[in-house]
C-alpha cells in the first residue's frame, strides 16, 4: 500500500488521468443502464434482427456509413435523429440495435427514441468493429 500512495504521489498526473477515465467509463455505464439501453454483443444482436425482426439504425455519419455497414441498416445520423424520428414510427413495436461511433453518447440517442415511443433499444457493443470481427457480412454500397 506505501508504494502505491508513493507512486501516485510522485505521479500525481498519471493518477488523475487513471482517475478521470475510470470515472467517465464508470458514468457512462451507469447512464446507459439508467436510461434502460441494454448492451448487446454482435451474436446477441444478429439473433433480435433474426428472431424479433430489429431495427438497426445506424446513427454514425452518412460518409461512415457508405464505407461499410451492417445489411438492411437504416442510416440516419446522431445529428438529425430528433428530427427525422417520423422515420422511423413503423418500426416502433420491434427491437431497436443502435450502431454508433465511438464517443456519441449511447444514452442520448436512446433517450431519443424512448421518446419517440420506442421501448426495446439496445446498443451494439463496440460497434461495427466488433461486428465484423465476428465475421458477419457487411455492406460497403
Request: hydrophobic share 45%.
Amino acid at each position: 500500500m506505501a508504494d502505491f500512495i508513493e507512486f501516485a504521489t510522485q505521479n500525481w498526473i498519471l493518477f488523475l488521468a487513471l482517475v478521470a477515465i475510470l470515472g467517465w467509463l464508470i458514468s457512462t455505464e451507469v447512464l446507459n443502464r439508467l436510461s434502460g439501453i441494454a448492451a448487446v454483443n454482435s451474436n446477441q444482436a444478429l439473433r433480435l434482427i433474426n428472431d424479433q425482426e430489429a431495427l438497426v439504425l445506424d446513427i454514425r455519419d452518412g460518409g461512415d456509413y457508405k464505407k461499410a455497414h451492417i445489411p438492411d441498416a437504416v442510416n440516419i445520423p446522431f445529428a438529425s435523429l430528433g428530427s427525422r424520428l417520423g422515420e422511423l414510427k413503423k418500426f416502433k413495436g420491434k427491437p431497436v440495435v443502435l450502431c454508433c461511433p465511438p464517443g456519441i453518447g449511447v444514452s442520448k440517442a436512446g433517450s431519443l427514441l424512448k421518446k419517440g415511443g420506442f421501448e426495446s433499444i439496445h446498443n451494439l457493443s463496440g460497434g461495427l468493429p466488433s461486428w465484423q470481427g465476428a465475421n458477419l457480412p457487411v455492406n460497403k454500397k
